[in-house]
């Protein structure tokens, strides 16, 4: 029996699978039984209400999980699935509450990952006996509130025994988690962003021609209305080292290099050219340094982070992203992290 088949024995049977997507790895059961819905809760921790994402096999099926969809939710299909998209729409009958998170919304996306896309395939085709719907709940495969895994070894380390199975598809290619898309107020609404993620903005206007409108600013819920549903991902505090980590200006980057020598704190910086690289030479031992483009920040994000937590530090000084548009994304799950570090 392959990996695939025992995958797919074991989602039929109710149990957990951790199998990697292009964002991060995903804690996947059985999207359509509440049974094995409810071993995802148990195993990260994670409190009731919070809904998960239901990954799919193709767009083909989405009309058995979503109603009232709107065009431009084809259209996005068309753009970015399968990949590192999410899309909130009005849930069909029958989706089960415990995805949900009791709301009238799912999210639903399609990986780009071949193994994920391998194992919801065969896993969509086989015969199962809580409805035919072909979906998996995959939320990242770690304690909830804690860093997302994007490797292997990051699932086993944080859930251990819990999975079933592991299925390794090596270090995830995006590394942070996908873009959250809000289309369930109908097509005469605009699509709101609820996450930040690789798919822009930007990238959407130049697909659809349609703006995203932005009900509040990432990390923090002041600007949020009774109509923005709960989503993945989306509390202050999330993402989170088990160290206490505090983000620095790159400005005071040198002082932080400075305070680092000869005590257990640890530096998460980005790295710069050579001209730009005051001080940087003096405390390798105790920095790690990421890329300097935001997408090869975001594949080694977490991995840095997991490294430095198992330091046994007593600070993460991690210097924090440009501001600019193409690091949105990076900057939102720095302060999450930032926020919720340290936390038991």
Known sequence: ????????????????????????YGLAADA??????????????RPADHPLIVHLPGADWLERWAVNIP???WELAEAFWPGPLTLILQRA??????VTGGQDTVGIRIPAHPL?????????????????RGGLAAPSANRFGRLSPTTAEHVRTDLGDAVSLILDGGPCPVGIESTIIDLSRGSE??????????????????????????????????NATASTPRVS?????????????????????DAALTEAQGTHSRVLALRRLPCDAKGSDATSASTFWLPADAEGVARAL?????????QNAELILAEAVPESAEWVAIADRLRRAACGAGRS
Not at 200 to 222: C, K, Q, R, Y
Not at 236 to 249: E, K, Q, W
């Open 32 to 45: 359509a039984d509440p049974v094995a819905v409810s071993r995802i809760f148990r195993a990260k921790g």
């Open 302 to 310: 977490y991995d840095a982070l997991h490294q430095l937590d198992a």
């Open 233 to 253: 991902g989306s509390l202050d505090a999330h993402y989170a080292p088990r160290t206490p980590m505090r983000l620095v200006a790159r400005e005071n980057l």
């Open 1 to 24: 029996m392959s990996n695939i088949d025992t995958a797919v024995a074991l989602l039929r049977a109710g149990q957990l699978v951790a199998l990697p997507t292009e964002t991060v």
């Open 189 to 222: 609404a605009p699509p709101r962003l609820l996450r930040p993620g690789r798919v822009t903005p930007a990238m959407i206007a130049s697909a659809t021609g349609i703006d995203v409108e932005l009900p509040f600013l990432p990390s923090t819920h002041a």
């Open 116 to 132: 994920a896309l391998e194992v919801l395939r065969a896993f969509a085709a086989s015969e199962h006996g809580v409805g035919p």
């Open 93 to 98: 009958p029958g989706v089960p509450d415990a």
């Open 71 to 73: 065009p431009l939710a």
